[in-house]
C-alpha cells in the first residue's frame, strides 16, 4: 500500500517514519514549506524505546504531488481536520482509504462532509506515545493498541473491509499492533475518555503521563473527569471497547509513562490545545443530556485559561 500522511506532527511523523523503514511508499503533505524542505532533505529522525533510526521520507506541499496514495492518513490537531478534509478530497479515488487517529470529536464529521461519499472513512485509535524533538524529529515514548474500524464506505463493503484488512497488516508489519472493530463510535469515544482522563491534566500540571497515577490529587480529578465522560456515553449510548474505562486510562498512563501528552506539548509550546474537543466535547454533550460535568468544565476553563494567557504568565522569579 501507500501512504500520504497529512500533517507531520509527533504522530505524523512516527507512523510516517516506521512505515517508510518498514518499505512502503509513504509521503507526508505538509503547509510549511521549511518544513517539507528540511524533512526532504533529511528525512525523520525517531528516538525512543525501539531505539533511534533515521529513514528518508518525502515531503510535499501540494496534494497533486502525492501521487495516487491507497490510504490517507489524517494526523493535524482537531481544529484543523477541515482544511486537511479538503486536502483529503483531492487524493481520493475509488478504494482510497483516509484514516483519522486524531483526537477529540467531530474529526469523522469533518472529513465526511468534505469527502461527500467518496472513498471509505475508517475511524481509530491508537495509545502509541509519541512526542515532537523539533521539526522531522519525534520521540517514540511508549507502546499501545491501535484500533481501526469502517465509518462509512463508498464502494461495496466487502471490498472496503478487505482493504481495511490489508491495513491492518501495514501497520502491523510497521510494528504497530493493530486489530479491527466493528462499532467505530465505541472506538471514537473509547479513545476520547482516555484522553479526558489524561491529557488536560497533564496541560496543567506539567507532568508526564506516567506521573498522573503516581500523585494521589492528579488520580482523584483523572477519576472524575473519566466518570463525568462516561456518564454521558452512557446517554448517547456509546459502550466503551474497555471493560473498565478507568483502569485502561490508567494503564495507558503506564504504558506511555515517559510521554509528554499532546496537550502539554502545546501548551509546552505555546501553542493552541485542542481541549475544546476533548473535555469541552464532554461538557458539550453533558448539556445536551442535563449531565453535570463539573470536573470536566474547571479542566476545560483551566486549560483555555493558559492558552490565552501564554504572553503574561509568570516563569520564575
Not at 471514537?188 to 503516581?214: D, F, H, M, P, Y
Amino acid at each position: 500500500m501507500k501512504f500520504c500522511v497529512i500533517g507531520p506532527g509527533a504522530v505524523g511523523c512516527l507512523f510516517g517514519a516506521y512505515l517508510a523503514r518498514a518499505g512502503f511508499e509513504t509521503v507526508l503533505l505538509d503547509h510549511l514549506p521549511e518544513r517539507a524542505k528540511l524533512i526532504r532533505e533529511r528525512g525523520i529522525v525517531v528516538e525512543g524505546i525501539r531505539g533511534d533510526f533515521q529513514v528518508p521520507v518525502n515531503a510535499v506541499l501540494e496534494p497533486e504531488d502525492t501521487g495516487a496514495p491507497d490510504v490517507v492518513l489524517i494526523c493535524v490537531k482537531a481544529y484543523d481536520t477541515a482544511g486537511a478534509a479538503l486536502s483529503a478530497r483531492k487524493l481520493v479515488r475509488e478504494g482510497t482509504l483516509v484514516v483519522t487517529l486524531q483526537n477529540g470529536l467531530g474529526n469523522v464529521e469533518a472529513l465526511s462532509k468534505a469527502l461527500e461519499g467518496a472513498g471509505t472513512i475508517v475511524a481509530g485509535t491508537t495509545t502509541q506515545g509519541a512526542t515532537s524533538q523539533g521539526e522531522g524529529h519525534v520521540r517514540h515514548a511508549g507502546e499501545g493498541d491501535t484500533v481501526l474500524g469502517i465509518v462509512e464506505s463508498a464502494g461495496q463493503t466487502g471490498r472496503a473491509q478487505a482493504k481495511l484488512e490489508e491495513l491492518i497488516q501495514c501497520f502491523e508489519k510497521a510494528g504497530f499492533p493493530t486489530r479491527p472493530a466493528d462499532k467505530i463510535n465505541d472506538i471514537i469515544w473509547s479513545k476520547l475518555i482516555v484522553n479526558v482522563g489524561i491529557n488536560a491534566l497533564t496541560a496543567i500540571t506539567r507532568l508526564k503521563n506516567g506521573e498522573l497515577v503516581q500523585c494521589s490529587g492528579t488520580e482523584r480529578l483523572m477519576e472524575r473527569a473519566v466518570n463525568e465522560a462516561l456518564e454521558v456515553a452512557g446517554a448517547l449510548g456509546v459502550r466503551p471497547v474497555f471493560p473498565d474505562p478507568l483502569a485502561q486510562v490508567k494503564k495507558v498512563c503506564t504504558l506511555t509513562a515517559g510521554n509528554v501528552s499532546s496537550m502539554l506539548q502545546d501548551v509546552l509550546k505555546q501553542k493552541k490545545t485542542e481541549i475544546a474537543f476533548i473535555n469541552g466535547a464532554i461538557v458539550k454533550e453533558g448539556e445536551r443530556f442535563k449531565i453535570a460535568t463539573p470536573t470536566n468544565a474547571c479542566l476545560t476553563e483551566l486549560v483555555l485559561t493558559i492558552q490565552d494567557t501564554y504572553d503574561r504568565q509568570l516563569h520564575g522569579m
